[in-house]
Protein backbone atom coordinates (compact mmCIF):
# COMPACT_ATOMS: atom_id res chain seq x y z
CA UNK A 1 0.00 0.00 0.00
CA UNK A 2 1.89 3.04 -1.29
CA UNK A 3 -1.48 5.37 -0.80
CA UNK A 4 0.37 7.64 2.09
CA UNK A 5 4.08 8.41 1.51
CA UNK A 6 6.19 9.52 4.06
CA UNK A 7 10.06 11.05 4.50
CA UNK A 8 12.45 10.74 5.37
CA UNK A 9 12.14 7.51 6.93
CA UNK A 10 14.46 7.92 10.09
CA UNK A 11 15.73 11.57 10.85
CA UNK A 12 18.65 12.57 13.56
CA UNK A 13 18.46 15.77 14.51
CA UNK A 14 20.79 18.23 16.99
CA UNK A 15 18.36 20.17 19.10
CA UNK A 16 19.38 23.56 17.62
CA UNK A 17 18.80 21.63 14.20
CA UNK A 18 15.87 22.68 11.69
CA UNK A 19 14.46 20.27 9.57
CA UNK A 20 10.87 19.26 7.66
CA UNK A 21 8.77 16.04 7.70
CA UNK A 22 6.98 15.18 4.24
CA UNK A 23 3.74 13.43 3.61
CA UNK A 24 2.26 12.75 0.40
CA UNK A 25 -1.01 11.44 -0.22
CA UNK A 26 -2.24 9.79 -3.43
CA UNK A 27 -5.63 8.49 -2.93
CA UNK A 28 -7.39 12.01 -3.48
CA UNK A 29 -8.39 12.69 0.19
CA UNK A 30 -9.53 16.20 1.50
CA UNK A 31 -8.13 15.75 5.23
CA UNK A 32 -4.50 15.40 6.49
CA UNK A 33 -3.28 14.11 10.04
CA UNK A 34 -0.28 14.43 11.82
CA UNK A 35 0.23 12.39 15.00
CA UNK A 36 2.88 11.88 17.33
CA UNK A 37 3.64 7.85 18.82
CA UNK A 38 5.77 7.56 21.68
CA UNK A 39 6.65 4.53 23.13
CA UNK A 40 4.27 3.03 25.60
CA UNK A 41 1.36 6.02 24.72
CA UNK A 42 -1.44 6.31 22.88
CA UNK A 43 -1.11 7.99 19.60
CA UNK A 44 -1.69 11.73 19.95
CA UNK A 45 -3.13 13.65 17.70
CA UNK A 46 -1.14 17.03 16.55
CA UNK A 47 -2.60 18.45 13.89
CA UNK A 48 -5.45 18.26 11.48
CA UNK A 49 -6.08 19.91 8.17
CA UNK A 50 -9.33 20.28 6.45
CA UNK A 51 -10.11 21.21 2.73
CA UNK A 52 -6.00 22.81 3.47
CA UNK A 53 -7.56 24.52 6.25
CA UNK A 54 -6.02 23.66 10.05
CA UNK A 55 -8.87 22.67 12.14
CA UNK A 56 -7.01 21.52 15.22
CA UNK A 57 -3.90 22.45 17.20
CA UNK A 58 -3.60 20.08 20.03
CA UNK A 59 -1.46 22.28 22.04
CA UNK A 60 1.38 21.26 20.67
CA UNK A 61 4.79 23.36 21.08
CA UNK A 62 5.70 26.18 17.85
CA UNK A 63 8.86 24.19 17.72
CA UNK A 64 6.33 22.28 15.26
CA UNK A 65 4.88 24.20 12.45
CA UNK A 66 2.55 22.57 10.25
CA UNK A 67 1.88 23.65 6.43
CA UNK A 68 -0.46 22.31 4.28
CA UNK A 69 0.38 23.23 0.73
CA UNK A 70 -2.63 21.53 -1.37
CA UNK A 71 -4.70 18.65 -0.29
CA UNK A 72 -1.93 16.23 -1.17
CA UNK A 73 0.69 17.85 0.82
CA UNK A 74 1.03 18.12 4.38
CA UNK A 75 4.58 19.35 5.99
CA UNK A 76 6.11 19.67 9.89
CA UNK A 77 8.61 22.05 9.99
CA UNK A 78 10.93 21.20 13.48
CA UNK A 79 13.27 23.76 14.91
CA UNK A 80 14.79 23.72 18.65
CA UNK A 81 13.02 20.31 19.40
CA UNK A 82 14.15 18.43 22.93
CA UNK A 83 15.28 15.04 23.62
CA UNK A 84 11.79 14.26 24.71
CA UNK A 85 10.39 14.95 20.91
CA UNK A 86 12.31 11.79 19.62
CA UNK A 87 9.26 9.78 18.95
CA UNK A 88 7.34 8.04 15.51
CA UNK A 89 5.74 10.67 14.04
CA UNK A 90 2.54 9.42 11.55
CA UNK A 91 1.16 11.00 8.89
CA UNK A 92 -2.40 10.02 7.86
CA UNK A 93 -5.29 11.29 5.28
CA UNK A 94 -8.76 10.57 4.79
CA UNK A 95 -11.87 11.76 2.99
CA UNK A 96 -14.84 14.29 4.54
CA UNK A 97 -17.80 13.77 2.60
CA UNK A 98 -21.10 14.75 4.34
CA UNK A 99 -20.61 14.14 7.70
CA UNK A 100 -20.00 9.99 7.27
CA UNK A 101 -17.14 8.94 8.77
CA UNK A 102 -14.60 7.44 6.36
CA UNK A 103 -11.56 5.17 7.54
CA UNK A 104 -7.75 7.60 8.06
CA UNK A 105 -5.52 6.22 6.11
CA UNK A 106 -1.86 6.16 7.73
CA UNK A 107 1.69 6.25 6.04
CA UNK A 108 4.97 4.37 7.25
CA UNK A 109 6.34 7.18 9.55
CA UNK A 110 9.08 9.07 10.27
CA UNK A 111 11.49 7.38 13.42
CA UNK A 112 12.99 10.84 15.07
CA UNK A 113 15.61 11.10 17.11
CA UNK A 114 16.60 14.06 18.43
CA UNK A 115 20.05 14.36 20.28
CA UNK B 1 -12.89 14.88 27.40
CA UNK B 2 -12.97 11.40 25.81
CA UNK B 3 -11.11 8.39 27.86
CA UNK B 4 -10.39 4.85 25.98
CA UNK B 5 -9.19 1.70 27.58
CA UNK B 6 -7.96 -1.17 26.65
CA UNK B 7 -5.81 -4.13 28.35
CA UNK B 8 -1.97 -3.47 27.64
CA UNK B 9 -1.39 -7.02 26.42
CA UNK B 10 -2.80 -10.24 25.68
CA UNK B 11 -1.10 -13.75 25.05
CA UNK B 12 -2.95 -16.49 22.97
CA UNK B 13 -1.87 -19.51 21.37
CA UNK B 14 -2.33 -20.34 17.31
CA UNK B 15 -5.45 -21.94 15.85
CA UNK B 16 -7.30 -20.29 19.04
CA UNK B 17 -9.75 -16.77 19.54
CA UNK B 18 -8.94 -13.74 20.95
CA UNK B 19 -11.37 -11.28 22.06
CA UNK B 20 -9.36 -7.82 23.10
CA UNK B 21 -11.88 -5.23 25.08
CA UNK B 22 -12.24 -1.36 24.74
CA UNK B 23 -14.46 0.91 26.98
CA UNK B 24 -14.65 4.28 26.32
CA UNK B 25 -16.30 7.45 26.99
CA UNK B 26 -17.06 10.44 24.76
CA UNK B 27 -19.92 12.77 24.40
CA UNK B 28 -21.57 12.72 20.48
CA UNK B 29 -20.25 9.25 19.93
CA UNK B 30 -20.08 9.25 16.06
CA UNK B 31 -18.03 6.06 15.55
CA UNK B 32 -15.38 3.30 16.85
CA UNK B 33 -12.63 2.29 14.23
CA UNK B 34 -9.84 -0.84 15.03
CA UNK B 35 -6.10 -0.68 13.73
CA UNK B 36 -3.70 -3.40 13.50
CA UNK B 37 0.04 -2.13 13.78
CA UNK B 38 3.07 -4.28 13.58
CA UNK B 39 5.80 -3.44 15.14
CA UNK B 40 7.71 -0.60 13.00
CA UNK B 41 4.98 -0.16 10.56
CA UNK B 42 1.75 1.97 9.89
CA UNK B 43 -1.70 1.11 11.41
CA UNK B 44 -4.10 -0.29 9.01
CA UNK B 45 -7.53 0.03 9.07
CA UNK B 46 -9.52 -3.69 10.67
CA UNK B 47 -13.04 -2.36 11.18
CA UNK B 48 -15.67 0.40 11.91
CA UNK B 49 -18.66 0.31 14.21
CA UNK B 50 -21.19 3.25 14.71
CA UNK B 51 -24.35 1.16 14.78
CA UNK B 52 -24.98 -1.79 17.84
CA UNK B 53 -23.94 -5.25 16.60
CA UNK B 54 -21.12 -7.31 15.16
CA UNK B 55 -20.03 -6.71 12.12
CA UNK B 56 -17.87 -9.66 10.36
CA UNK B 57 -14.94 -9.18 8.59
CA UNK B 58 -13.10 -13.24 7.37
CA UNK B 59 -11.48 -13.99 10.84
CA UNK B 60 -12.08 -10.80 12.36
CA UNK B 61 -15.27 -9.00 13.91
CA UNK B 62 -16.24 -6.40 15.98
CA UNK B 63 -18.67 -5.72 17.91
CA UNK B 64 -20.72 -2.45 19.60
CA UNK B 65 -22.97 -1.66 22.28
CA UNK B 66 -23.47 2.38 22.50
CA UNK B 67 -25.44 1.97 25.62
CA UNK B 68 -22.52 0.50 27.37
CA UNK B 69 -19.85 2.19 26.36
CA UNK B 70 -17.76 -0.98 24.99
CA UNK B 71 -16.50 -2.72 21.62
CA UNK B 72 -14.57 -5.82 21.35
CA UNK B 73 -12.45 -7.13 18.36
CA UNK B 74 -12.79 -10.73 18.01
CA UNK B 75 -9.73 -12.59 16.75
CA UNK B 76 -10.34 -16.23 15.40
CA UNK B 77 -8.34 -18.73 14.09
CA UNK B 78 -5.37 -17.13 14.69
CA UNK B 79 -2.19 -16.88 12.67
CA UNK B 80 1.39 -15.96 13.99
CA UNK B 81 0.89 -13.10 11.69
CA UNK B 82 -1.68 -11.65 13.77
CA UNK B 83 1.32 -10.87 16.64
CA UNK B 84 0.29 -7.10 16.70
CA UNK B 85 -0.33 -4.37 18.29
CA UNK B 86 -4.97 -3.92 18.31
CA UNK B 87 -5.73 0.18 18.78
CA UNK B 88 -9.27 0.83 19.53
CA UNK B 89 -10.16 4.49 18.45
CA UNK B 90 -13.45 6.47 19.06
CA UNK B 91 -14.71 9.51 17.00
CA UNK B 92 -16.89 12.39 18.36
CA UNK B 93 -19.39 13.78 16.31
CA UNK B 94 -17.61 17.06 18.24
CA UNK B 95 -14.75 16.90 16.41
CA UNK B 96 -14.05 18.72 13.34
CA UNK B 97 -12.02 16.61 10.92
CA UNK B 98 -12.82 13.57 11.45
CA UNK B 99 -10.69 13.00 14.44
CA UNK B 100 -10.13 10.44 16.12
CA UNK B 101 -8.74 9.51 19.96
CA UNK B 102 -7.17 6.79 20.31
CA UNK B 103 -6.50 4.10 23.27
CA UNK B 104 -3.13 2.78 24.34
CA UNK B 105 -3.52 0.01 22.28
CA UNK B 106 -3.53 -4.01 23.16
CA UNK B 107 -0.53 -6.07 22.21
CA UNK B 108 -1.46 -9.36 21.00
CA UNK B 109 1.30 -12.07 21.34
CA UNK B 110 0.29 -15.39 18.82
CA UNK B 111 2.57 -18.44 20.21
CA UNK B 112 2.90 -21.83 18.18
Known amino acids: ETGVTQTPRHLVMGMTNKKSLKCEQHLGHNAMYWYKQSAKKPLELMFV???????ENNSVPSRFSPECPNSSHLFLHLHTLQPEDSALYLC??????????????FGPGTRLTVT | GQNIDQPTEMTATEGAIVQINCTYQTSGFNGLFWYQQHAGEAPTFLSY????GLEEKGRFSSFLSRSKGYSYLLLKELQMKDSASYLCAVRSIEAAGNKLTFGGGTRVLVKP
Open chain 1, 92 to 105: ASSQLAGGRSYEQY
Open chain 1, 49 to 55: YSLEERV
Open chain 2, 49 to 52: NVLD
